[in-house]
């Protein structure tokens, strides 16, 4: 599977994140790749009404119905039609260990997949702990690198990933610099099930170019 993370880009917002998504369809059809766009809050309910994938947000909050001015519930995602949520992502981490705790915990109870993502090994380890529906390990130092990637630099750690996950029973998503069908590959390879993907795609001249060349990796 691929996440494509159109953060708050231009390219991915508003009408440009409505045909972004389009784009996504058309290469998830054609090559029979589960590709899963994460999109903003705001923007959620049109491109759910506008596509047949899987659509994810990017960031809920530990809240339920009551006075919480600004908060991203998580019924009201399902409500729209959301289907899961990218949670602890180094852009919007949560400074309160417990908060992303219960964070995992709201959406479990209102049937949210979550993906949460770790920087390092050790904080890996704490988020298997949680039992999110997939766990991510993301160096963000290597976020939106042309030059190089977590498969090319850091292959050794994905692979301990790898085995920490599979004995925790929960699926690997590996991200930072993912840009080419040798580190689609790679990462496979390795033991992941899929890679989380933004500038690379999002920002591209051409995003259907890039994510195929991306859905070859899985060949």
């Not at 440009?16 to 959620?44: F, N, R």
């Not at 390990?137 to 939106?144: A, H, Q, S």
């Not at 925790?168 to 998503?173: N, R, S």
Request: proline share 5%.
């Amino acid at each position: 599977m691929i996440f494509v993370n159109f953060k708050t880009y231009e390219e991915g917002s508003g009408q440009k994140g409505i045909a972004l998504t389009k784009i996504l369809e058309e290469v998830a059809h054609e090559t029979q790749i589960k590709v899963i766009p994460v999109v903003q809050i705001i923007d959620a309910e049109a491109i759910v009404a506008a596509t047949r994938l899987e659509v994810w947000i990017q960031h809920i909050d530990p809240v339920s119905f009551g006075p919480y001015t600004g908060w991203t519930l998580p019924e009201e995602a399902i409500r729209i039609g959301i289907r899961g949520v990218f949670l602890n992502h180094s852009e919007h981490k949560f400074e309160d260990w417990g908060e992303l705790t219960k964070a995992t915990l709201r959406c479990r109870e209102v049937d949210l997949k979550t993906l949460v993502f770790a920087s390092d090994l050790e904080e890996f380890k704490k988020v298997l702990a949680l039992k999110p529906t997939l766990a991510a390990y993301e160096p963000p130092e290597l976020i939106g690198s042309t030059e190089t990637s977590v498969a090319r630099s850091e292959p050794e750690i994905i692979a301990k990933a790898s085995v920490l996950a599979k004995e925790a029973g929960i699926p690997l998503i590996v991200g930072a610099g993912i840009n080419s069908r040798e580190d689609v590959k790679k990462s496979l390879e390795l033991g992941a099930v899929g890679v989380a993907v933004a500038t690379d795609v999002v920002k591209a001249q051409d995003p259907k170019k890039e994510l195929l060349d991306l859905a070859e990796g899985f060949r």
